[in-house]
């Protein structure tokens, strides 16, 4: 495959056409700022975030078509490419930076730390995947690329007839997500979730779900077999793991020690099992490591870069040094703040540069094979962690430094990880429509370097002005949390539960062992790692609607071949972009009303009669969801 795409970059049709143009840089400024808000407020409620590749190609087309009254591919390109990245960064500082609340380090988000460390995670994942490019998406056959290739399909399409179809399937899923968010968390009511939990002979029985569209549509892009994966390590968390770990008070209430046992006990399970998919990663990507080394090498030792062609042509090696030069060095000084500790700073600044560099090609290589929105960017992250922690204690540093030294790492290693993933299925994208990487690459910089300034206050605005803060029920920063947690017992302030995280490592490997019988076997159903073992350290109200989203997505690809379940599904692909950009931007704007004092509406409505609105907008969220996915006939 990587053959004939790379044949068709070099077109002169394509090459020969703008790419970079000031409408463009606007445009994916603004997409970039937009998206990376959203993601924001996806990653801290939902755990996960997915791709904006997708939404934001549709998006540019739309405005290129309409605004502008030419629709380019290769202009619209650069615009996603660009929106794309500053959404990816916002995954890596949500994952991360919360957890310097969680643990006290700080009492308000730091704005010029934030700003800091998202613009060097950010430039590292790209400055790293640069000498990668050739190795992961130039000349490999493996890697398939689904994201990556349905992107490049949505903007080939792009100029077609059904552009329209396209936009109204964004704007109603926009409509969806920001009602139900609406009626819910500024008119209060409907509740944000479904559950209850019961003990029996002193065993708690938990079943739930969150009311949101965001997760049904979640469900949807990552498709059934992921959806149930992350089911399936809920269930073992929550229906298996929390009867058999905990007994019921009777004087308490069943539904909040379900949660205690899963906070404190359970999802350390799913740490153990993220550790082991996390190295199990690594070890499969070492070719590929050694490969990039090389070309890296190579790049040093060429005498010019000037004259290979354009289409080939990546950010000079002496530019990668000069700018990670840079990097470097603001890495040294926020790590030196971040403790005033020189011994710290050294071995800090160290481990995240390699670990940075080893899950670059870790992203980039999953990304390849099951997408950017699949990516395990937290079980990369969690490996950091407890990589990090390790040294720290094994070269004596612990205590409030220590946690916060491990926290620093992880956040830069979650940037990126996540960044260089977007960046692989970017250049991807643009490999197939005939784009300069040169081109994509700068855009890529310019997108991590506006959304870097966007996250802190975004950050700020949704802890300061929802309920419970970031921490509480509605946006739990589950990742946040743990890493808080691992970094504290690492650093002599906790203590960590090492059976149950042995557990979870024995556990991984079984999987791993499944999942190595189904390969061979050839079934299409796989049992990957990380999906399982995000599900169990996930709420599992969280993933109940992803199995619905994965199960109407099934209803709708069932009969339909393989290969044309990207045209089946894209429709509801849109649409689910829609409710997620809808559902994400609405919660940041009444987060933005609270800041200017206006407060969220009380019916005071009995609790009987919220909590039966609340099963009817279910009921009502799924079948709307049904109706706006159903793939179109073709004429």
Excluded at 55 to 68: D, E, G, K, T
Excluded at 203 to 223: C, E, H, N, Q, T
Excluded at 240 to 249: R, S
Excluded at 605 to 627: K, P, W
Aim: hydrophobic share 50%.
């Amino acid at each position: 495959m990587s053959n004939t795409t790379e044949s068709n970059a070099t077109k002169p049709s394509q090459t020969s056409l703008p790419e970079i143009t000031l409408r463009v840089i606007v445009l994916g400024i603004i997409l970039s700022v937009v998206m990376g808000a959203a993601n924001v407020y996806v990653g801290l409620k939902a755990g996960m975030t997915v791709s904006a590749s997708i939404p934001a190609a549709v998006m540019s087309m739309l405005l290129f078509r309409y605004l502008f009254r030419r629709p380019s591919i290769l202009e619209a390109n650069q615009v996603q490419t660009c929106a794309s990245a500053g959404e990816s960064l916002a995954a890596g500082i949500i994952f991360t930076m919360p957890a310097m609340i969680l643990i006290g380090h700080w009492e308000s988000f730091d704005y010029w730390t934030i700003t800091i460390v998202a613009f060097t995670g950010g430039m590292l994942g790209i400055l790293f995947m640069i000498p990668m490019r050739r190795v992961f998406v130039v000349n490999n056959d493996e890697l398939k690329y689904p994201e990556g290739i349905a992107c490049a399909a949505v903007l080939n399409a792009g100029g077609q007839e059904s552009d329209a179809s396209a936009g109204r399937s964004l704007i109603f899923g926009g409509i969806l997500g920001a009602l139900v968010k609406v009626v819910g968390g500024f008119l209060s009511l409907i509740n944000g979730s479904l559950e209850t939990a019961t003990v029996v002979n002193s065993r708690i029985l938990y079943f739930g779900g969150d009311i949101s569209p965001m997760l049904i549509a979640v469900g949807f892009i990552v498709r059934l077999n992921v959806a149930i994966l992350i089911f399936i390590g809920g269930a073992l968390a929550w229906l298996i793991g929390i009867p058999l770990l905990g007994g019921g008070l009777a004087d308490g209430n069943p539904v909040d020690q379900a949660y205690g046992i899963w906070s404190g006990q359970m999802r350390y399970v799913g740490v153990g099992a993220m550790v082991v998919g996390g190295f199990s990663a690594l070890i499969a990507v070492r070719k590929g490591l050694l490969a990039a080394i090389l070309h890296l090498w190579h790049g040093f030792q060429k005498k010019s870069e000037t004259q290979e062609d354009l289409s080939q042509r990546d950010i000079p090696s002496w530019a990668i040094l000069a700018l990670g030069s840079i990097c470097l060095a603001l890495l040294a000084v926020v790590n030196f703040s971040f403790t005033n500790n020189t011994g710290i700073t050294l071995l800090s600044t160290t481990v995240m540069v390699v670990m940075g560099f080893f899950f670059t090609a870790v992203a980039s290589y999953i990304v390849g094979l099951v997408g950017n929105s699949n990516s395990p960017v937290s079980g990369m992250t969690i490996t950091a962690v407890l990589v990090a922690g390790g040294l720290l204690y094994l070269f004596n540093y612990t205590g409030a430094e220590a946690a916060v030294a491990t926290l620093g790492i992880a956040a830069i290693v979650c940037c990126v990880a996540c960044t260089s993933g977007d960046v692989c299925n970017d250049l991807k994208t643009g490999s197939i429509v005939g784009a300069s990487p040169f081109r994509q690459q700068i855009m890529q910089i310019l997108g991590v370097f506006v959304a870097a300034f966007v996250m802190a206050p975004i950050l700020t605005l949704l802890h300061e002005n929802t309920p419970g803060g970031i921490g509480g029920k509605e946006l739990s920063a589950p990742q946040a949390g743990l890493f808080a947690s691992l970094a504290e017992g690492f650093s002599g302030k906790g203590e960590l539960p090492w059976r149950l995280i042995g557990i979870g490592a024995g556990l991984g490997v079984v999987i791993l062992v499944i999942d190595e019988f189904l390969k061979k076997q050839k079934f299409k159903f796989r049992a990957h790692l990380m999906p399982i073992a995000v599900g169990m350290y996930l709420p599992f109200g969280l993933a109940t609607p992803i199995l619905v989203g994965g199960l109407i997505a099934y209803f709708y690809s069932r009969n339909i071949p393989e290969k044309d379940h990207e045209e089946t599904l894209h429709r509801g692909v849109l649409f689910s972009s829609g409710v997620i950009a809808g559902e994400a931007l609405t919660a940041v704007g009444i987060a933005g009303l609270a800041a200017w004092g206006i407060q969220s509406l009380d019916f005071k409505l009995s609790s009987s009669t919220v909590t039966l609105l609340t099963a009817l907008a279910a009921i009502a969220i799924v079948v709307a969801f049904s109706l706006f996915t159903r793939p179109q006939k073709n004429k």
